[in-house]
Nanobody, 120 residues
Framework: QVQLVESGGGLVQPGGSLRLSCAAS????????MGWYRQAPGKQRELVAA???????NYAGSAKGRFTVSRDNAKNTVYLQMNSLKPEDTAVYFC??????????????WGQGTQVTVSS
């Protein structure tokens, strides 16, 4: 099994920055893509950014130019640097990993979520 634990959420003023971290632990043979999703009240969960094991990143349109996803493969950790935050970025942010903990099959794992609130 693989566990994901997020940290770094909180309250920030518009225009501010936050850095989210997500560490994977447990029995891990390999991790393919890691990413960040968010879910605002009354809305569906949506992709924010994802990064492959080779470092190729892709972003939602709302995140491009403001957010940067990165990862440390040695630490099984993915980060999301969020700059120029807007009130509409307010949501619970979830970490996601496509990982293999036994055998040859990859499964998708989710963290418990961390609240990000952008408000003055």
């Amino acid at each position: 099994q693989v566990q994901l634990v997020e940290s770094g959420g909180g309250l920030v003023q518009p225009g501010g920055s936050l850095r989210l971290s997500c560490a994977a632990s447990g029995t891990i043979f390999s991790i393919n893509t890691m990413g960040w999703y968010r879910q605002a009240p009354g809305k569906q969960r949506e992709l924010v950014a994802a990064i492959s094991s080779g470092g190729i990143a892709n972003y939602a349109g709302s995140a491009k130019g403001r957010f940067t996803v990165s990862r440390d493969n040695a630490k099984n950790t993915v980060y999301l640097q969020m700059n120029s935050l807007k009130p509409e970025d307010t949501a619970v942010y979830f970490c996601n990993a496509n990982a293999r903990s036994s055998g040859s099959v990859y499964f998708t794992y989710w963290g418990q979520g961390t609240q990000v609130t952008v408000s003055s």
